[in-house]
């Protein structure tokens, strides 16, 4: 079944890969009725018995729901039977399990890519780590991206923030490197190296790739573009 872009439901026969023509396809959120695009969403998919389960990387098979709400708004529309309802309508199906920690797995699994992001961009060499390091490619313009833990010091963050901008030629401009949503504990064990508090990414494709699961965690979190109130989609 092949949905077209404002239907909520992913299409089984494409889910599983993006194609360059999907990932910038529209995808409608089965809570607010918001169009988004697929990478600005999060998929739930539904396994055969009916078992309603996160897809933070947006690949698992057959069928699957797109929500575009932060975790609290999850948690109300869990208690509040809004996403049953939704999904039920959905699928035109009332067969469906909700874990009562869907939100808490949601949470892991969106953290989980982020990090297994990271890891494949390490492991291909594309990934700098070490302030002093990250300091003298981002003076010398060979910085993409700059990421700070989210308990990484103010004075690290503002040398290498100043670093950056010397590189870009953009002093004055006010621009920074992005926190992420996880403290250097988390990052350290992720990517196996010893208190990493700041990173960088050498090259724009790699910062494309890492947004991605980045700012699905952070719409999750609330960090990011706040997402609409949970009013019903129009016609229901």
């Given at each position: 079944m092949r949905n077209p872009p404002h239907d909520p439901l992913g299409s089984p026969e494409t889910e599983g890969a993006a194609s360059p023509r999907d990932a910038g396809s529209e995808r409608r959120c089965v809570l607010t009725g918001r169009?988004?695009?697929?990478?600005?969403?999060?998929?739930?998919?539904?396994?055969?018995?009916?078992?309603?389960?996160?897809?933070?990387?947006?690949?698992?098979?057959?069928r699957g729901a797109w929500i575009g709400v932060s975790r609290q708004e999850l948690e109300d529309a869990i208690a509040s039977g809004?996403?049953?309802?939704?999904?039920?309508?959905?699928?035109?199906?009332?067969?469906l399990a909700i874990p009562a920690d869907l939100p808490v797995r949601l949470a892991g699994a969106l953290e989980k890519a982020l990090l297994d992001r990271l890891g494949l961009e390490m492991r291909s060499g594309r990934l700098i780590l070490g302030s002093d390091r990250i300091a003298n490619d981002a003076r010398m313009g060979k910085v993409a991206a700059l990421y700070h833990a989210a308990d990484a010091k103010e004075d690290g963050r503002r040398k290498l923030d100043q670093a950056w901008r010397v590189g870009l030629d953009e002093e004055g401009s006010g621009r920074h490197g992005e926190t992420l949503p996880l403290d250097r504990q988390a990052l350290s064990v992720a990517l196996g190296r010893e208190n990493v508090v700041h990173l960088a990414l050498a090259d724009a494709k790699s910062a494309q790739r890492v947004s991605v699961p980045l700012a699905r965690l952070q719409?999750?979190?609330?960090?990011?573009?706040?997402?609409?109130?949970l009013s019903p989609p129009a016609g229901e």
């Open positions: 169009n988004a695009a697929r990478d600005e969403l999060v998929r739930l998919a539904v396994s055969p018995d009916g078992d309603v389960l996160p897809d933070a990387n947006a690949k698992a098979p057959g809004r996403l049953k309802g939704a999904l039920s309508r959905a699928f035109k199906t009332g067969a719409m999750y979190l609330g960090a990011g573009e706040a997402a609409p109130s």
